[in-house]
């Protein structure tokens, strides 16, 4: 992501600038930023990852969103665009825009380079503060690797899976998720190495 202006900007002037907007932008404790285009590998995860769900879950009170719609963060002027959200049970919108969710029960990120630490971090603890959201899942898009952190009363845990024959269980929306359907026609037969040479030196 790529700071557009170096001031505040208030939810308001926000939301106009971005429904007005031909890109899209997060808004980041007042900062607005730019997101920057997906690979076609991280593309290709969120489409996984959003049929699948969205399969399961058509005959019931669920909706799957991929990387579209907005999530505004709690007790900040802050508003995310997760990679794929799903929300049980009735919609809260902050306006009758409808493109601003309030209340989402799980959501996935791709990681990327640029935007790892964030994911993992910062953009985490703004996901915890939301009381509907259980699930929070982050996923590499370089090799087989899923973090599942599931809500537990106040304390979040976190399942690890690192191969293809594994199955992800999201138990607050009663659906399942292998990792051969997240990396369907993804290559990651190569992974990168897990210290990668310096600059310079023979591998």
Not at 108 to 127: A, C, I, M, Q
Not at 158 to 180: M, Y
Request: net charge negative; glycine share 2%; proline share 6%.
């Amino acid at each position: 992501m790529v700071a557009v202006e170096k001031r505040v900007w208030t939810p308001e002037e926000y939301l106009a600038y971005e429904r007005a907007s031909q890109e899209r932008h997060e808004l980041i404790n007042g900062e607005i930023r730019l997101m920057s285009g997906a690979s076609e590998e991280h593309v290709t995860i969120v489409i996984n990852t959003a049929s699948s769900l969205h399969s399961q879950l058509r005959k019931r009170p669920c909706k799957t969103y991929a990387s579209d719609l907005r999530v505004k963060l709690k007790g900040n002027a802050s508003y995310a665009y997760p990679d794929v959200v799903v929300v049980c049970g009735e919609r809260m919108l902050e306006d009758d825009k409808f493109d601003t969710l309030l209340n989402p029960t799980v959501i996935f990120e791709v990681l990327s380079p640029s935007t790892e630490v964030y994911d993992r971090g910062r953009k985490f603890e703004f996901y915890r503060a939301l009381d509907s959201l259980q699930e929070y899942v982050l996923i590499a898009q370089d090799r087989p690797h899923v973090e599942h952190y599931r809500r537990a009363d106040d304390e979040w845990i976190l399942q690890d899976f690192d191969s293809l024959e594994s199955t992800l269980t999201l138990a607050s929306i009663e659906c399942t998720l292998t990792l051969a359907d997240i990396y369907e026609k993804v290559d990651v037969s190569n992974p990168p190495p897990l210290f990668p040479a310096p600059s310079g030196t023979p591998e």
